[in-house]
């Protein structure tokens, strides 16, 4: 069997093989090859004076009733040795050649090659020795830090020692110059107990044992006594006050959050906070470039300052490991020099592709499986065929499994049509807590989907079996609350992008329903998509055009689109794999689709309340037909 993992060891110079030392071994068995000659390839590599001589007898023409010609001629059409005869009867009319003359053509092409060759070996002996010298770089900088870790840790220690000498001797003062003031006080209470003991025995003694001439007479001198005591009694404090303890505050909680602060290595991507933009719509087109947007956070979220620097992969699902050539990359980084870069590639042919990104070897985020196919052609649309609904759908999606799910707002559900044509339905104002109100937009992440519940301010969440999940929002201006919320998209990267209408953002959750961050627009938006570059496009149904946005919530003015002013009430926006964006205009009862350019692919008229759209995987288009209560396809065919 097949063993790619060996590697060949030895050339066969009658065979033109290259064997490993097993399959050298079993060659030599057979008796018509024992006497064939052998370079060992480790010694040719060292040596010149070895070469790869092929010796191939003069063969002679297998056909039949050719056996005595040798083949001395080259059919350049079929590219085989053919005899004299050959050309005379099979190949008559193809282009043929002299050995010797194909030879010395091929030698020429040969010598191109080796070129070739040597100027690729020369820049992969300078790539080598540059990565050897970045690797010794790498350990003389590791060094170099652990030893300024190592000091920065020592004297943290030294200081967190003197500063609890310093306590210590603090909390030795405070303590005796409290035992001292102690120590007086309890002084001064003894003997004011000394001195109460000896009135009442001289009171108790008059009050028994004298006679009343002699009370009377010793009376004044025993008031005055026993009131000048008890009054120093009244005035002395006899109750501890809480200061008067050693109170301490040591609280280490802020201290530990200041030290795991320490070290800082600025500059050095974190996969933490690093993303891959530009993944919304995971296809790719045949024979262009597909692009997506790389970008590099240190573990502060802070922008990497200079080159983003980080390494790929790109493999086709499927495909022989050995014999796959991957395709073509490119990588431009941004004129800022913060970090962030354009990534792109070019699929050769149709298939899945898995595009890996990795940090340090620490793949970032997830390998991507971007599916290519050939580039598609909008300018003529079919005739659509019709999927009803039983009431009106703001929202329409279709995900990778060819299930359509169709937003109902009459009846509060989401319509579910199965490619085997089987349906169901999920949601209801009586769903399990799910209580959805008034569905508008819809987008699925793995296996959840997302509905904004417009009349609830909510958005719901429910699993591809229709079970309630959870949800999150509620009304209210403040972050993470909605009011009146529209269309809804995710960004490929695990976010989720919400439409909150009435207050005049858009805000940006985690998959879980976590605020992130909310992007201000100048007008009510109805609807969010984001693009190959994760910038994020709005549909301003007031402003009658399509706002964009950076990929970090800032306004990009100056890429603003209305497709010439002609725009009208954009209530919907769909952006494909090509950055082809598809807009539906509810008011003027158009879908309208422009190319990465903006200029006018197509546009189809006389709908009846376009508000949603959406393209499948195959290139179909589904449009959400409000007041005819249905959903139309159209169907796109190579």
């Known amino acids: 069997p097949k063993d790619t993992t060996k590697q060949a060891s030895t050339f066969c110079c009658k065979c033109c093989l290259f064997l490993c030392d097993k399959c050298q071994h079993e060659h030599q068995n057979w008796l018509s090859q024992e006497d064939h000659d052998f370079i060992e390839l480790e010694i040719s590599k060292k040596s010149n004076e070895d070469s790869f001589k092929i010796h191939f007898p003069p063969q002679k023409c297998p056909m039949p009733g050719h056996s005595k010609e040798e083949l001395k001629f080259f059919c350049e059409t079929c590219e085989i040795l053919v005899c004299r005869d050959c050309m005379a009867i099979t190949h008559e009319n193809h282009k043929r050649s002299y050995l010797h003359q194909m030879s010395d053509k091929e030698k020429e092409v040969f010598r191109g090659e080796v070129d070739g060759i040597n100027d ?3 820049m992969l002996e300078e790539a080598i020795g540059k990565t050897k010298q970045m690797r010794e770089q790498v350990q003389v900088h590791e060094k170099e830090a652990a030893n300024r870790i190592d000091k920065m840790s020592k004297d943290l220690k030294q200081a967190v020692e003197d500063r609890r000498r310093v306590l210590r001797l603090r909390c030795e003062e405070i303590a005796q110059g409290k035992d001292s003031a102690l120590s007086d006080q309890l002084n001064e209470l003894q003997g004011l107990r000394d001195k109460i003991a000896f009135a009442k025995m001289h009171v108790v003694d008059a009050i028994d044992n ?3 001439e002699e009370l009377l007479s010793v009376k004044k001198a025993m008031k005055v006594q026993v009131n000048r005591i008890m009054e120093i009694y009244r005035r002395l404090p006899l109750q501890l006050k809480e200061n008067e303890v050693i109170n301490t505050s040591f609280d280490l909680d802020p201290l530990v959050e200041e030290i795991a602060k320490l070290g800082y290595f600025p500059s050095v991507p974190d996969v933490s906070f690093s993303c891959v933009e530009g993944l919304a719509t995971p296809q790719a087109a045949v024979g262009k470039e597909r692009k997506m947007v790389v970008v590099l956070r240190d573990e502060k979220n802070q922008p990497i300052e200079g080159e983003a620097l980080f390494q790929y992969k790109v493999v086709k699902k499927g495909a022989d490991i050995n014999e796959f050539i991957p395709p073509k990359v490119s990588v431009t980084q941004s004129e800022k020099n913060d970090g962030t870069a354009i990534f792109g590639f070019i699929p050769e042919e149709p298939g899945e592709y898995e595009v890996t990104i990795m940090i340090r070897n620490e793949v970032l985020g997830r390998p991507y499986q971007i599916m290519a196919r050939q580039s598609r052609d909008y300018s003529n649309l079919p005739q659509p065929t019709i999927i009803n609904l ?10 990778d499994k060819d299930v359509i799910y169709a ?18 339905k999920i949601g209801g104002s009586d769903n399990a807590g799910g209580q959805l109100c008034n569905p508008r937009g819809i987008t699925q992440i793995d296996d959840t989907i997302y509905v904004t519940s417009r009349s609830n301010h909510f958005v719901k969440m429910y699993s591809i079996n229709g079970d309630f999940i959870g949800e999150f929002g509620g009304n209210g201006t403040e972050d993470g609350k909605f009011s009146n919320p529209r269309g809804i998209c995710q960004n490929g990267k695990g976010g989720i992008l919400v439409a909150d209408c009435s207050n005049k953002r858009i805000q940006l959750f985690t998959s879980k329903g976590e605020h992130l961050k909310s992007i201000i627009c100048t007008n009510n938006p109805w609807d969010v998509a984001v693009d190959t570059a994760g910038k994020i496009h709005v549909a301003l149904y007031a402003n009658h055009h399509i706002a964009v946005f950076s990929p970090d919530g800032t306004p990009l003015g ?18 494909d794999h090509e950055d082809n964006k598809f807009i539906a205009e509810g008011a003027n009862g158009n879908i309208r689709i422009l190319n990465p350019t903006g200029a006018l692919i197509c546009h189809k008229t006389g709908l009846n309340g376009p508000h949603s759209c959406t393209v499948d995987k195959h290139g179909s288009i589904f449009v959400g037909e409000v007041n005819n209560r249905r959903v139309l396809k159209f169907e796109y065919k190579d």
């Open 390 to 399: 039983e009431g009106m759908t703001y929202g329409v999606m279709v995900n």
């Open 407 to 424: 937003t109902n707002n009459n009846a509060h559900v989401i319509q579910v049509f199965n490619p085997d044509g089987t349906t169901n």
């Open 120 to 122: 690729a070996m020369g």
């Open 558 to 575: 100056n890429e603003t689109y209305n497709q010439g002013g002609n725009m009208r009430y954009p209530t919907g926006i769909f952006i």
């Open 210 to 212: 004298h006679t009343p």
